[in-house]
Each structure stands twice: as structure tokens, then as C-alpha cells.
């Protein structure tokens, strides 16, 4: 049977009548804002890795008050950030972003003035707050016509990061060598904040729900508390002890708040995340590898600079039990040169992993970003102790990671139909934030376990600091080895997740008949649809 049908008119708006003035599509001006985001997180989040011990001195702060500054983010936002992706759906995604990045200019310009560690923290709290990110993908995939648009966006979105990872380290390096304050650095990235604002209001076209539902306040609340102390027992638990009161205290709190909340999600009529939809096996592999890939890129980032920053003339103190380095002992700035070839490669692959996406389907596109991450660290854990080693081995991991990381995003954004991009997104970002936090854990765990100082005699080890405390936290040789070792690990996982993962047929995009239904101009329909049964 055949039947005719007509589009209803679709209300075009300033944002669209101005794309179409430009003749740029609606998921490309997204991926272009969504890569401008990521590139202001990254700033947020590796910035000032590399300037602990400035910023420390600058804003006064205590021991324990350096790590809280950093970890605010990962805290604040394990929770909130998934809760807010799926209640901006419901009022206006554009809104919910645009306001996202106005708290990440208002949070960095805090910090930027701030005098001491309440306005500082208060700032960082406020980054933590921001669900720009996930609330950009959520939308470039609503506004994507078909499968191509959705894999060049999520490519483009991973060479953001590409970039992200160079600017950060050579902006932090820079300030230090340069004796700078850490308050120029937040400056910089509260004008890349407002410029991604500035982009957001000019580009990015509006994406809601018609139909209004009861938004899940029971599960939104669970959901916070039991992300928060999860997040909070993984920041803290290299400080507190693993095996403290405190420590599995808020991870086994955690744990079991998040217990109650899968039982609520699973009751209600409308859930806040509906699991039955979001977890299968054409997501969970995804969501999981794309945590993994997260959490490898900072244990990497932090091994290859911790490990091109080692003093060479300290290390003579421990003769034969050295490295047998010679020309070690970098700069943060020249450090963050063995990071260029990740970058390059993350950049140049975001580039072009649309294209290799489509063509290879997104599970092979996984198996080969696994197979080449497991060999860019077996290489590394065999041979680190030359530059032009860990540029090789770093250049390997950087377009392995753009192959993984794109089509692991791209996997779940594959399964989600229209209008459940955002349900998508926030189940994604839930799952892998609170892997990709497990980095930094990871390796200064590593790091603690092999120090130069536990391999020499008791007698000798206690002259050793007697004469240069700073010797105690010198790593040995064998906890870079282990570090990597424990990245090719993770690539095994990941060609495990690979394996497994079951491709979704594209679950939604307008056909090429529907798109040009409606007038480009005034958003009125020109032709009948012949729609058959």
C-alpha cells in the first residue's frame, strides 16, 4: 500500500537561517563548538598538572589543599555532569550548553583573580559543573543526517584532543620557564571558554524534547551521591590508604548507593537513565574502552614527561642501581616535547578517522586501535631509556588512540535513535569518567611501589636521604617499565572489549527524501512524500 504525506512545516530560527548563509551543515558547526569544548577541558584538566608546586606557592596552599584543587573537577562532576545531559534534553540542549560554558568562563576567571584556596576552590568547583561536553556530542549526533556526519564529528572532536594534549603541557611548561603565574594560564583558558561560548551562540542550533516527561528526581539524587563518593574514595585513596576506614568507607558507600540506584532505574516507569536501553552489547564494550582509552592517555601523559624529567646528576648517587642516563633531567617545557608525537597523531587521525570509520565499520576500526595500542606499549616497555624511543612509542600510541577512542564513542552513538542521544551520552560519560580517573591512581601506585631508595641496603638508603631527601621519591628504572607494561595490559583489555563488541546498524539520521522535503529558507514543505507500507 502507498500513501502521501506531507512535512509540517519546520520552524527555522536565527542559528539555522545563519548556517544556511554559510552553507555549513548543523552537525558540522556542532562538531566545530564540541571540539572547541574538549579543547577547554583539556586545558582545565592538564594545565596545571605540570605547575603544582607554582601554584601551591601562589595561592598559598597547604599540602592538602594541592591535590582538592585538581581533583575538584573529577568530584564535582562524576555525578552532575550525567544528571544534567539528560535534563537538558528535556529544556534545550543548546541552553544547557551554552550555559555549561558560561560556568566554565565565569569558574576560570575566579580562579584567575582569586586571592588564596575558598575563591580558588570555589572556581574549580564550578568547572566541575560544566556538562558542556557531553551535552556537545549528544547534540552533534542529534543533528547528524546519517552515519558519515556522526563518525567525522566524533573524529573531529578526538583531534581537539589531539591539540588539547599539546597546548596544555606547552602552556604549563611555558609559565615555568618563563617564571610566570599560574594565574595567566587560567586567563587563557577563560578566553578559550568565552570564545567557545561566543561559537556556541553563533553556531549551534537547538535540540529538545517534545514530549515533556517526569524527570527522576530519586534517581538523579542516588546517582550523585553514589558517583560523588565513588569519585572521592579513587581521588583520596593513594592518600588516606587503600585498606583505611575512610577510604572503603566512601567506596563501599558509593558502591552501594549505586546498587539502589541501578533497583530504582530498573522500577520506575520513566528513569533518569533507562539501563535496558543504554547498556547492551553494542554499547558496554564502548563505553568501557572508551574509559580504558581515557585512562591510558593520562598514565602515558604523566610516565613519558615524570620519566624525561629525571634528574640525572641525583641519580649518580645510586650508582650501577641508576638509570644510566646521561643527557636526563628535562625541563617541564622540554618534556612536553615527547608529547608532540601523540598529539600529531591524535590530531592528524581525528582528521581522518570518518573515513577509515565508514569504511572499516566501527569494531574493526576497535580491533586495530587495541592492536596497535598493546604494540606502541610492549615497544616502550622494552625500550624507553633513548628520546627517539619514547617518540615512537608515543607517535604509536597517538594514532592508536584515535582509532579506539573515535570508534568507541562512535559505537554508542551508532546505538542511540533519534532523541536519545543525550540518554546515551550521560550513560557513556557515567561509565567512562569514572574509569578514566583510575590514570593518575594507576601510576603514582606504580610509582610508590618501585623507588630508587627501597633497593638499596638499609645503612646506605638512610645516607642516601641524610644527604638529599629528595632522593626518597626518586621512581627506579623498573616503574617506568612497569608503567608501560601496565598500558599493554590495558590494550589487551581493549582488544578483549573489541572482540566482543557488537556493531549497532545506525539507529537513526534523516533520508536524503526527508531532508529535502522542507524549504531551505523558510522551513516550509515543497513536496509530497510518498511514503510505502
Known amino acids: 500500500m502507498t500513501s502521501t504525506a506531507i512535512t509540517p512545516p519546520a ?97 576560570n576567571l575566579l580562579c584567575a583573580v582569586a586571592p588564596g584556596f ?22 552533534m549526533r542529534e543533528k547528524s543526517r546519517d552515519v558519515h556526519g556522526t563518525n ?32 595567566v594560564v587560567f586567563w587563557i583558558m577563560a578566553l578559550l571558554a568565552a570564545i567557545s561560548l561566543i561559537g556556541a551562540w553563533i553556531l549551534v542550533p537547538d535540540f529538545k524534547l517534545e514530549a515533556k516527561e517526569h ?25 588516606w590508604g587503600w585498606t583505611s576506614a575512610g577510604t572503603l568507607g566512601v567506596l563501599i558507600g558509593g ?30 564494550p564502548a563505553y568501557f574502552s572508551a574509559g580504558i582509552y581515557s585512562a591510558l592517555a593520562i598514565l602515558s601523559n604523566l610516565a613519558v614527561t615524570t620519566f624525561a624529567q629525571i634528574p640525572a646528576e641525583e641519580l649518580k648517587a645510586f650508582g650501577p642501581l641508576a638509570y644510566g642516563l646521561t643527557d636526563w633531567g628535562h625541563t617541564v617545557l622540554e618534556s612536553a616535547m615527547f608529547l608532540m608525537p601523540t598529539a600529531f597523531f591524535v590530531l592528524f587521525g581525528g582528521f581522518i578517522m570518518g573515513p577509515i570509520m565508514t569504511k572499516l565499520g566501527l569494531k574493526q576500526t576497535m580491533v586495530f586501535g587495541a592492536l596497535l595500542t598493546i604494540i606502541g606499549f610492549a615497544f616502550l616497555a622494552m625500550w624507553h631509556s633513548t628520546w627517539w624511543a619514547n617518540m615512537l612509542g608515543m607517535a604509536i600510541w597517538g ?52 623507588l630508587l631508595i627501597h633497593q ?20 627506579s628504572a623498573g616503574a617506568f617499565t612497569w608503567s608501560w607494561i601496565v598500558c599493554a595490559i590495558g590494550g589487551g583489555i581493549l582488544l578483549v572489549l573489541a572482540i566482543v563488541h557488537k556493531n549497532a546498524e545506525y539507529q537513526g539520521g534523516l533520508t536524503e527524501e526527508l531532508m529535502l522535503a522542507s524549504s531551505e529558507v523558510t522551513g516550509a514543505p515543497e513536496k509530497e512524500i510518498i511514503v510505502e507500507d
Open 11 to 107: 520552524p527555522v530560527g536565527a542559528v539555522e537561517r545563519r548556517l544556511q548563509k554559510i552553507h555549513m551543515q548543523p552537525v558540522t558547526a556542532v562538531a566545530i563548538v564540541a571540539a572547541l569544548i574538549v579543547l577547554v577541558g583539556d586545558s582545565q584538566s592538564l594545565a596545571l598538572i605540570p605547575l603544582v608546586g607554582t601554584m601551591a606557592a601562589e595561592y598559598h596552599l597547604t599540602a592538602a589543599q594541592s591535590p582538592l584543587v585538581l581533583s575538584i573537577l573529577s568530584i564535582v562532576g562524576a555525578g552532575a555532569v550525567p544528571v544534567l545531559t539528560r535534563v537538558a534534553e528535556r529544556i534545550s540542549l543548546r541552553g544547557f550548553l551554552i550555559i555549561g560554558l558560561g560556568i566554565a568562563t565565569v569558574g
Open 118 to 139: 575558598t575563591l580558588l576552590l570555589i572556581g574549580r568547583l564550578l568547572l566541575g559543573l560544566s556538562a558542556a561536553a557531553p551535552i556537545s556530542i549528544a547534540l
Open 152 to 183: 567525522r564529528g566524533m573524529g573531529l572532536i578526538t583531534a581537539a584532543i589531539g591539540l588539547g594534549v599539546a597546548i596544555s603541557f606547552l602552556m604549563g611548561g611555558t609559565v615555568l620557564a618563563l617564571n610566570g603565574s599560574v594565574s
Open 215 to 239: 524527570i527522576d528526581y530519586a534517581g538523579a539524587v542516588l546517582l550523585i551521591i553514589g558517583l560523588t563518593a565513588i569519585a572521592v574514595g579513587i581521588s583520596y585513596g593513594a592518600d
Open 255 to 284: 558502591a552501594v548507593v549505586m546498587a539502589i540506584w541501578v533497583w530504582v532505574e530498573l522500577s520506575v516507569k520513566e528513569p533518569l537513565i533507562d539501563l535496558r536501553i543504554t547498556f547492551k552489547q553494542t554499547t558496554v
Open 399 to 450: 594514532f592508536a588512540f584515535a582509532l579506539g577512542y573515535s570508534a568507541a564513542n562512535a559505537a554508542y552513538l551508532h546505538a542511540a535513535k533519534d532523541k536519545e542521544a543525550s540518554l546515551f551520552s550521560a550513560a557513556g560519560t557515567m561509565v567512562f569518567a569514572s574509569i578514566g580517573s583510575f590514570g593518575a591512581v594507576v601510576f603514582s601506585a606504580v610509582l610508590a611501589g618501585n
Open 456 to 475: 638499596l641496603p638499609a645503612e646506605a638508603a638512610a645516607a642516601a636521604l641524610k644527604a638529599s631527601p629528595a632522593l626518597g621519591s626518586l621512581p
